[in-house]
């Protein structure tokens, strides 16, 4: 009996080694053959699977993209943030299409002063309407390390995760009225900005250049993700047959809803379904409906 529970074990290790090294080999290029500098190029730079960032002054900054967009999957990017005093700083990781009506998935890291914490900032367009903001703080570092920085997207779901932790879900709730990002397919993209005006308490932190450059770093950049050609995806992307479309990936487990509900009632700062005010008390139809 005992030889055979081994035997088992070893074959399902086996099968999920194969599994995830097939998604690998499909899916996981270095960020140097995945993506390109889109403006600021004398300020960025890429090398291997690392991108530095570069911030000089309120009229400079830097940004890339994948040469690729994608239509559902498991997007992450290891991140160093601007370490120091930070504030009025935007460092962004998220995932667009283009036009007036595009959808939209974000993660963007809101410098501070010396000493005070980040702020991460979660958002999600469809149709060119967003509104759908979620703030935290840390609970570490994230100019000392590099952290990992998921977006799962799925036909079901967004899941956003750091250091494999979810902490924020938005569902598909399409069928109720709510728009849900699931017909356009998204590049993901990386900046690094000057955004005093608002980013750090509303604006009245601003920038401080005698601390420039400020510098944030990328790294292993990887996209499990179907690849977007054209309308064609919609539907192929969409296929129960995907990895991320199996019933495993339609919700949170348990275990993972344990993980976020500890994260958000630690380190929530904002959230637009509690509101109110900001709607006059009619709030978007979402915020009615179960996320988890």
């Known amino acids: 009996m005992e030889g055979n529970m081994k035997a088992i074990f070893l074959a399902l290790v086996i099968s999920v080694i194969l599994a995830f090294d097939h998604s690998l080999q499909v899916n996981a290029n270095a960020l140097a053959k995945s993506m390109v500098i889109t403006w600021g190029k004398g300020y960025a730079s890429i090398h291997g699977d690392e991108l530095e960032l570069k911030l000089l002054d309120?009229?400079?900054?830097?940004?890339?993209?994948?040469?690729?967009?994608?239509?559902?999957?498991?997007?992450e990017m290891l991140i160093k943030l601007v370490p120091g005093n930070s504030a009025g700083i935007v460092t962004t990781f998220y995932l667009s299409s283009k036009g007036d009506k595009h959808d939209e998935i974000d993660f963007e890291f809101l410098g501070n002063v010396t000493g005070q914490p980040y702020t991460i900032h979660t958002n999600v367009y469809s149709q060119g309407k967003g509104n759908r903001e979620e703030q935290f703080v840390p609970w570490y570092d994230p100019t000392a390390a590099f952290h990992n920085y998921t977006i799962h997207w799925n036909p079901t779901e967004i899941v956003w995760y750091v250091d494999s932790i979810p902490i924020r879900v938005y569902r598909n709730y399409e069928s109720q009225g709510v728009p849900y990002p699931n017909k356009q397919g998204m590049g993901v993209y990386t900046s690094l900005w000057n955004a005093d005006d608002w980013a750090t308490r509303g604006?009245?932190?601003?920038?401080?250049?005698?601390?420039?450059?400020?510098?944030?770093?990328?790294?292993r950049f990887r996209a499990r993700a179907c690849k977007w050609n054209g309308p064609v995806s919609i539907n192929q992307c969409a296929s129960p047959k995907n990895w991320y479309t199996s019933p495993v990936y339609s919700k949170l487990s348990n275990a993972k809803k344990g993980?976020?509900?500890?994260?958000?009632?630690?380190?929530?700062i904002y959230a637009y379904c509690k509101d109110t005010k900001r709607f006059n008390g009619v709030m978007p139809r979402e915020c009615s409906l179960p996320q988890f």
């Open 259 to 268: 993980q976020m509900d500890w994260y958000r009632n630690k380190s929530m």
């Open 58 to 75: 309120k009229n400079s900054g830097s940004a890339a993209k994948t040469k690729a967009a994608f239509l559902f999957g498991s997007i």
């Open 203 to 219: 604006g009245r932190d601003k920038a401080d250049w005698s601390h420039a450059p400020f510098t944030a770093h990328y790294r």
